[in-house]
């Protein structure tokens, strides 16, 4: 059983405390997000990178291991992450629970590192270490640039890139590759300390713990002093008149990606947003989809279809990988499909199938620490508090007449397609 408090303790700053006995350990994650912004996402992601490397008192990531390991092998992990048009930089430390440790204060000794990798970053002059900056920029080049090697991938955030040319949406989450030439150690580190004082904070804890006792300790621990935290908008999702368009790229490749990208109109906290999700599944959510069945069973058009949600921005992508001969049979029949869905042509059995594998789904979420986090954050930025219960319950409910509507509002925005050169 899960049970969630969250309680606003600074500008900005919230803290999200998920009680459960479940698990021997606890999960400790600490969120600065931030609206997306091309000028600033390549320094956003090179934050955390830097910031792992060393501190003013474990001067390398390897004493910050040590130190960890110290802690009954805990373990700590950074990231960015998209989060619709909000770009979230995470710090987390898991370990074990101070109940299954001979320590009682294994728990503090962990927000003492979060603290000093968060708040005491390894300086040189007015700037950041400038080896570690150098060797970030370096990684980080080499990850922007490997993108393009999933061509599958590739052709899904072309295609989202186009769809969304003049949305905060079609950002990379891991910027651009011509930002890096003009970041410095000190303007990074100027930058960092901006994000300390601008970004929305969101600290999650998820544990069997005294919400009253962590919330003072979080509050003795972190600075939150002089902070004017920035207003996070909810994406525009809902759209009018929609003009389709067709792109197509080319590639050395040797199977074709087709991409289709829809504007579903329904926020992800609008009530047949559930139904949109039953639906989406039984048009490509797996071997009993009319996507599978019809395009690549019946025809032998795709290698794969499927087709996938995408919650914050309320967009639908189907993906193919078919013979670049067959675009065209392959688009006419996948328009079909989504058309079918439109006009009610599917059974009951195919709902109840499809509810199953959501539920199934949806139950998954309690089975790790990292994954609760992730799903009450996205509860938080998503302006939804639907718990997973009421979440299970909200599939439940959906019947045929639902998911016709919400399918229904769902507009072929664009069509992307990668090719041989």
């Known amino acids: ?146 993108r393009i090697n999933d061509k599958k991938q590739h052709a899904v955030t072309r295609c989202i890139e186009e769809m969304c040319k003049d949305e905060a949406y079609s950002i990379y989450k891991f910027g651009y590759i011509e930002d890096l030439d003009n970041i410095t150690s000190t303007s990074l580190y100027k930058h960092y300390l901006d994000i300390l004082k601008k970004a929305r904070i969101e600290i999650s804890i998820v544990s069997n713990v005294d919400n009253n006792m962590i919330k003072e300790m979080i509050k003795g621990f972190f600075p939150f002093n002089e902070r004017k935290s920035l207003t996070l908008k909810r994406e525009k999702v809902v759209f009018e008149n929609i003009e389709e368009k067709i792109v197509q790229e080319e590639m050395n490749i040797n199977q074709g990606k087709l991409t289709l990208g829809y504007r579903t109109n329904i926020p992800y906290e609008d009530e047949l947003y559930s139904a949109f999700l039953v639906g989406n599944y039984i048009l490509g959510g797996g071997p009993d989809s009319k996507l599978f069945i019809n395009v690549r069973e019946k025809e032998s058009l795709a290698y794969y279809i499927y087709s996938k949600a995408y919650k914050y921005k309320s967009l639908m992508l189907i993906s193919a990988g078919i013979e670049f001969d067959k675009y065209e049979n392959a688009l006419r029949i996948i328009k079909e499909q989504v058309l079918s869905m439109k006009r009610g042509e599917f059974e009951e059995k195919n709902i109840e199938q499809s509810k199953r594998a959501i539920i199934t789904s949806i139950k998954t979420v309690g089975d790790d620490t990292f994954s609760i986090s992730e799903f009450y954050l996205s509860k938080v930025l998503s302006g939804d508090d639907k718990d997973i219960d009421e979440l299970i319950d909200s599939i439940n409910k959906v019947n045929k007449e639902d998911i016709i509507a919400a399918m229904n509002k769902i507009m072929l925005d664009t069509v992307y397609f990668l090719k041989n050169q």
């Open 1 to 146: 059983m899960l049970n969630r408090t969250r309680e606003k303790i600074n500008d900005g700053v919230y803290l999200n405390v998920i009680n459960t006995d479940k698990f021997k350990t606890e999960l400790i994650s600490f969120y600065l997000i931030l609206p997306l912004d091309k000028n600033e996402v390549t320094s956003n992601t090179l934050v955390p990178l830097i910031l792992k490397r060393g501190t003013k008192k474990y001067k390398t990531s390897l004493d910050i291991e040590r130190r960890l390991e110290e802690l009954y092998g805990s373990d700590m992990s950074v990231s960015v992450a998209k989060k619709g048009e909000k770009h979230a930089i995470r710090f987390s430390i898991e370990g074990p629970l101070e109940d299954f440790v001979s320590s009682d204060e294994i728990l503090k000794n962990k927000l003492e590192v979060l603290k000093e990798v968060i708040y005491n970053p390894l300086l040189e002059g007015d700037g950041f270490n400038k080896n570690y900056v150098t060797q970030e920029e370096k990684n980080l080049k080499d990850r922007i640039s490997s």
